[in-house]
C-alpha cells in the first residue's frame, strides 16, 4: 500500500487486527523531524525536509537512547524521531447512490516512561483494540532524559 504525504510517497503494509481480523494499514517509523544529532543536539526538533522516492514505511525504527535497567546498558539512537500511523480500512458504503465516508477520530499516543525510558512498539502497545473500534493510531518516539 502507498500513499502519498506533503513530504513524500509512503510504503505500509496491510496488517489484521487478532480478534476480529479486522483489516488495517500500518505506516510505520515515518520521520517528522531532521536527526536530533552534531549541530541539532539539544535544539528543538527541526521539520523533516522529507524524501525522494518511496520511503520504506514497514518497519519500526530504534527507540529514542536510554538506559535500561534490566540489563545496565544504553539503548537506542539518538536518530529516533519517528511517528507511526494505524488506520482502520473502513469499508465505504452506498446509500441511494451516494458514497459515505465515514469520519474517524485519531488518537494520538504519548509513550510514557517519565521522559527517562521507554517507545512506542506495537508488541508492547498493541493498536488492535482501537483498530477494531475505526481509530486511526498515531503514536510516537520523543528524545528523552538528557538528550529531550
Given amino acids: 500500500m502507498e500513499v502519498v504525504i506533503k513530504q513524500g510517497v509512503l510504503k505500509g503494509l496491510r496488517n489484521k487486527t487478532l480478534l476480529s481480523?479486522?483489516?488495517?494499514?500500518?505506516?510505520?517509523?515515518?520521520?517528522?523531524?531532521?536527526?536530533?544529532v552534531n549541530d541539532l543536539r539539544f535544539k528543538a526538533p527541526v521539520k523533516?525536509?522529507?524524501?525522494?522516492?518511496?520511503?520504506?514505511a514497514t518497519s519500526e525504527r530504534d527507540k529514542c537512547m536510554q538506559f535500561a535497567y534490566m540489563t545496565n546498558h544504553i539503548i537506542g539512537s539518538e536518530d529516533c524521531l519517528y511517528l507511526n500511523v494505524l488506520v482502520p480500512q473502513v469499508v465505504k458504503t452506498f446509500h441511494k447512490q451516494k458514497e459515505s465516508n465515514e469520519k474517524l477520530a485519531v488518537m494520538i499516543f504519548i509513550h510514557?516512561?517519565?521522559?527517562?525510558?521507554n517507545g512506542w512498539s506495537v508488541k508492547r502497545?498493541?493498536?488492535?483494540y482501537l483498530v477494531d473500534e475505526n481509530v486511526i493510531v498515531v503514536a510516537m518516539n520523543y528524545r528523552l532524559n538528557?538528550?529531550?
Avoid: E, R
Fill in 146 to 148: 538528557a538528550l529531550g
Fill in 112 to 117: 510514557g516512561g517519565a521522559f527517562n525510558y
Fill in 21 to 36: 481480523n479486522k483489516p488495517y494499514f500500518s505506516f510505520l517509523g515515518i520521520p517528522y523531524a531532521k536527526a536530533p
Fill in 48 to 56: 523533516h525536509p522529507g524524501w525522494s522516492g518511496v520511503l520504506n
Fill in 125 to 128: 502497545y498493541s493498536p488492535d
